[in-house]
């Protein structure tokens, strides 16, 4: 049984990746940062099901707390599928944008990324087999107003992505991003009300986080093996 872990599982499209990988037969480490209590419960529904699944929390800003947890994690082997999920944004017009909000962004999405993923390369690389997914942005490809730092946090990942995949390649891993558009969970929340939605994606509703969890499962499964460095968008065809 493969080992997966997701960042940001407590979250929207973390939930419903955990839920996809599980059903396709992973043990799924189920990540939080603050609300280790939702990322408990996707984990028991998940084993309610008859999956195996298990949650665990750290800041993923956090160098040192992150390795902790993720050396613990490796004493029971490597982990095979890794999902950089874990995100926020603090948007503001960049004229006014201050320096805590740049940082922070980019600091869990892109400092975030490192400091997860750094630590769970080596093993994976010696099992000759891996999957990692990361989650960017429609943002990060055409940028958006009022997201300056998170345009460049999630563009940085996608770069990310390509050279790491490079790197990989040779030993059976693949690194891809997903990118998508807007996404129905507590991220929009307030941020996009339903008429800018249809303003804005041809098909005019979001997404779902089930349609984003498909995708990523198909990336993570076998079947994906020759599809490596590419940025995917899933975004009702936004772009
Ligand atoms: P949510 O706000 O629902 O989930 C965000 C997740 O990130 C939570 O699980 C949260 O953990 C975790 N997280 C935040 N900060 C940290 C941190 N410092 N350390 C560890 N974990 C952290 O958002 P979504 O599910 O919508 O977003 C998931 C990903 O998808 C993000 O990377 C986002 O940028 C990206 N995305 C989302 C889009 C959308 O429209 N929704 C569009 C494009 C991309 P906790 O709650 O436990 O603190």
Not at 77 to 100: C, K, R, T, W, Y
Not at 118 to 133: S, Y
Not at 175 to 181: D, K
Not at 217 to 232: D, K
Request: neutral net charge.
């Amino acid at each position: 049984m493969k080992r997966a872990l997701v960042t940001g599982g407590s979250g929207g499209i973390g939930a419903a990746i955990c839920r996809k990988l599980a059903a396709q037969g992973c043990e799924v480490l189920v990540h939080a940062n603050s609300q280790l209590d939702r990322a408990e419960a996707v984990a028991a529904e998940i084993r309610a099901t008859g999956g195996v699944a298990r949650a665990l929390a750290f800041d993923v800003t956090d160098a040192e707390a992150t390795k902790a947890a993720l050396e613990r994690e490796l004493e029971a082997g490597a982990i095979q599928v890794l999902v950089n999920n874990a995100g926020i944004h603090a948007d503001a017009v960049f004229a006014g944008m201050s320096q805590e909000k740049w940082a922070r962004v980019i600091d869990v999405s892109l400092n975030g990324f490192y400091n997860v993923t750094q630590p769970l390369t080596l093993p994976m690389l010696r099992t000759r087999w891996g999957r990692i997914v990361n989650i960017g942005s429609v943002a990060g490809i055409v940028g958006n107003r009022g997201q300056v730092n998170y345009a460049a946090a999630k563009g940085a990942l996608h770069a990310a992505t390509k050279a790491l995949a490079l790197e990989v390649a040779s030993r059976g891993v693949t690194v891809n991003a997903v990118a998508p558009g807007i996404i129905d969970t507590g991220m929009i929340e307030g941020v996009f009300d339903a008429e800018t939605i249809k303003r804005l994606v041809p098909m005019q509703r979001a997404g779902r986080p089930e349609e984003v969890a498909e995708l990523v499962g198909f990336l993570a499964s076998e079947a994906a093996g020759y599809l490596s460095g590419q940025v995917i968008s899933i975004n009702g065809a936004m772009i």
